[in-house]
C-alpha cells in the first residue's frame, strides 16, 4: 500500500523553479532516504510533504487522501530538524509531551507515552533539564523522542545526525535503524552522508537540480547508476570516468561500445597488474594512501583528474611506479554522449 | 588562554567608566540637588556642589499645592495605554515582518521608514483636524491614538529583530506538533520573545512620557494634562521658582527611570541576535 | 505514470480558500498597524505635503488656493533658511559624532565584565529615560551661572573669562543643546553597539587571538566589520532622527541668539506656530524630507557593500 503519492509535484519560489515536476510513490512502512547535492531541493521536497511550504503544483496524497491542502498539525506526520528545534523554555519531558498536551490528552496516558519514548532513547534521567543543559548528543535524542511519542503516520528527517561528531553520529545511525524495525512507520529522510543513506534506506531518491535521477534500493543504484550524476553520487572513493578516446585506455573490443562517450569503473573494482598489453589501463603512481585496511592508489594516466584504485589490505607498491589497472566485464559502465548509461552491453 | 591585563589598563578602565557614570548622573543630581535646597539658599549657594541644608518643602508644595498628581496620572494612563497598544500592534506587525514573505512588504517598509524621516511638525495641523473630526480631541484616549500610531512603526522594527532572533524551525516544529500558527505563536514564540517584549514596552513607556509636541497641540484643559505639558505650564507660570519646578522634574523622572532600569538589560540582551538560541 | 486523483476529503476545504490564506495570513497580521499608521500618520501627510502648494493663512481665509510652486521659489530665496540649514547640518554632526563615538566607547567598556557592570549599565544608560524636555531645561539651567556650575568651571579653567551663559551667546549658543543633545543620545549608540558586539562569536577573538591579533588588530579585524551593518542603520536613523530632533533647542534656546541656533525643525516650529504659515512650514519640511532620503539612499547603499563584504 502506498503511504505517500507525488504527483507532477512543482515547487517555485517567485521566478525561482526549484522543484521540477517530481512523481514518487513511497509504500507503507518504507524507509525512504533523500540524497543530492546542497541546494537540490531536498529540505524543500521534504518540508512540502510536512506542509510547511505550499505546494506551487501537483497533488501530494498520503495513502488515498489528498493533502496539498492540509495543515501540518492535520498530516500526522512528525518532523526531526537539523537543528533539533528543542523549545527552549520547556523542559525535557514537557518537549517529549507536548503535541499530547496539545492534543489534550489525559496526563496519564501522556506519562506513559514519554516515560516509554524516553526508555528508548535512554532519556529517563534527563527529563528535568532544559535543552541548554543537554550534551549535542542528548539534544538529538529529545528531537527523535519528540517525535517517537507522536506515534505518527510518518516521520521526516531533515539532516539529523549533521551536527554530532563521528562516533555519535554512528551510534544514532543505528539507534534510527532499529527504531524504523520497531515502530515500521514510513520514514523520510533527507541526509548528506552517503554511508546514512546506504545503510539506512530500503529506497533512495537521488535528487539533482530539483529532479529525481533516479530512485532505487542501495544495491541496485550501487550496481546499475543510470546516469553519470548518479554513478558519481554514490560510492567513496568516486567513480573513476575515463572518455572513450583517453590514449591511457585499452579495452578489447568486447568491452566497448561505439556509443559509449565515458566509461566507468569503481575504484574498488579494479585489479592492480604490470604494465603490459593486458592492462586496460596503465599509469604511474602519485599518490598513495595507506588506509590499513585498504590502500587507494592514485594514478596519473595522462588526464587533469587521477584514476583511483582501491585495494584491499596493505599494498607496498610506491609513488612513481607504473602500474596497470584490470576491470571485470561486469564491473564496467558504459555511458552515451548525453550521460546516459548503456545497459545492453550487461546482458550481451 | 585569558591575558592579565595590566593594572594600568584596568586603572584607565575604571576611571573611563567612572566618567561616563559622572556625565550621566550629574545633571541628574543637579535636578535633585536644587529641588531640596532651600528657596533662600538657592542664589547664594546656588553654583555649590552641596547646599548647606535639606528640605522637602518644595516637594511637598508640588504635590499638595498644584495639580502635579493630576499630571502624573494623565501621564500615566498615557503612557501604559500606548505601551500597551503599541506593543501589541508592534507584536503582530513584527511577527508578520518576520516570518512571512509576501507581496507588497518591500512597500510596506519603505513606508515605515518614511514614517521617522519628516518632521513630525508638518503633520500636526491635518492630524488636530483628523482628531477634531473624530471628537478626540482634548482626549487621553485620541492622544494614545496618535503615539501609538508614531510609535509603531519602530517597536515594529524592535520586535521583528526579535523575533528573527528566534530559529523559524521552533514554530515549525510546533505546527508539526498540533499547533496552529496562531497557537505556535502563543505557546513557543511568545514566551521566547518576553525579554523582548519587555524591552519594547519600556522603550514606548519612555517615550510616551516624555512627548510634548502633540500633548501641547490636542490638549488644552488642565484635567487633561500630561507631565510635560503641565511642566511647561509651570515653566511659564512660575518662572522663577527654581526649586519647585527641579521637585516636580525630580518626581516626573521616577517612573521612567524606574521603568527604565528594569527593562535596560532585556533591550541589550533582546537586541543580541541569537540570544534565545540553544 | 497516470493515476486517478482521490478528490479531498469532504471538509470543505478547496484550494482557492488555501491560497487565499497564504496571500492573506501575514496581512491579518499586519493590517492593525496598517490601518493606524495610514489614518494617523499617511493621510494627515498626504494633507501636510500639499499644503506646500497652496497658499493658507490661518488669520486670512480668503487668500488661500493652489500656489504651484510660489513656496519652494520663497524657500530659495529665504536667508533664514539657508541659515538654518547650516546649522541643521552642524547640529547633526556635532551631536551624532560625539554621541556615536562616546557610545562606542561605553559599548566597548561594558562589553568586558566588571565587578558591578550590571549596575553600571543601569546608571549610564538612565538619560535615556529622562524626558527630553526635562533634560533640555535641566541643561538650560547647568549653563545658567546663576543656578548651574558649568560657567563657573570653565571660567576656573580659563576657558572663559567670566561666568557667562553659553546659550546668550550667538557664537557658541548650539553647543548647549548639542551638549544636551550628547548626553541625551549616548545611551541609544552604547545599547545598540553593545547588542551587536554581544552577537559576535567568542570564537572569532579566539581564533584571532591564536593566529597572533593583538588587541588593536582584532578590534580592526572583527570587532569592525562586524559592527559596521549595525552601525550603518543606526547611523542614518540617529541621523534623521536627530535633524528632526527640534524640543532641545526650542526648549533651551527657542532657535535664538538672533536665529544663531535655529535649525529647519525649528524654524518650522516657529513658522507653523508662531506666524501660522502652515503652507511655509510644509514647503521647509518637505525641503528637509527629501534631503533626508537622499541620504538615507546612500546610506543603504553603502550598507549594502558592507554586508557584502563579509
Ligand atoms: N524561501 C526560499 N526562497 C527562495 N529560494 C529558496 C527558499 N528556500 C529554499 N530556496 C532555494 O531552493 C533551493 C533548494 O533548497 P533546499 O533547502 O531544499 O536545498 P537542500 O537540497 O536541502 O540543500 P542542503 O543540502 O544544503 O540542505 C535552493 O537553491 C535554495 O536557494
Ligand atoms: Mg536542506
Redesign the pocket.
Known sequence: MTAITLNSINKRFGPVHVLKDISLQFDKGEFVVLVGPSGCG??TLLRMIAGLEPVSSGDMIFGDTRVNDLEPRERDIAMVFQSYALYPHMNVERNLGFSLELRKRAAAEKKDRTSHAAGILGLDKLLDRFPKALSGGQRQRVAMGRAIVRDPQIFLF??PLSNLDAALRIEMRIEIAKLHQRLGTTMVY?THDQVEAMTLADRIVVMNAGQVEQVGTPLDLYSNPANLFVAGFLGSPKMNFVAHDDAALNLPSSLTNPSAQTYGIRPEHIKVTAPDDTAHLVGTIDVVERLGSDTIFYINHGATKPFVVRVPGIDRTAIGEKIGCQFQPEDLHLFDQNGQAISEHKNG | MQKTAFPIGAVLRYFAIALYVLFALFPIYWLVKIAVTPDRLIYTEGTQIWPSNFTLDNFVSVLFLTDFLVYFKNSMIVSLGTAFFTTLVATAAGYAFSRFHFRGKTIIIALMLITQMFPLLMIIAPIYKIMAGLRLLDSLTGLIIVYTAFNVPFATFLMQGFFDGIPKDLEEAAMIDGCTRFEALRKVIFPLTLPGLAATLGFIFTAAWSELLFALMLINSDAKMTFPVGLKTFVSKFAVDWGQMMAAGTLALIPSCLFFILIQRFLVKGLTAGAVKG | MTMALPTSPGNGRGRPLKRFQWLVEPYLYLSPAIILIALVILVPLVVGVSYAFQAIDLLNPFETGWVGFANFEKLWADRLFWKALTNTFWWTLGSLFFQFFLGLGLALLLNKPFAGRGLVQGLVFLPWAVPAFLSGLNWAWLFNPIIGPIPHWLAALGIMEKPQNILANPELALWGPIVANVWFGIPFFAITLLAALQSIPRDLYEAAAIDGASVWQSFIKITVPFLAPTIAITVMLRTIWIANFADLIYIMTGGGPANSTNIISSYIFTTAFRRLDFAYASTLAIALLVLLLAYAMLILQMRKHLVKGI
Do not use: A
Open positions: 531536498k529540505s531533515d539532516e533527507v
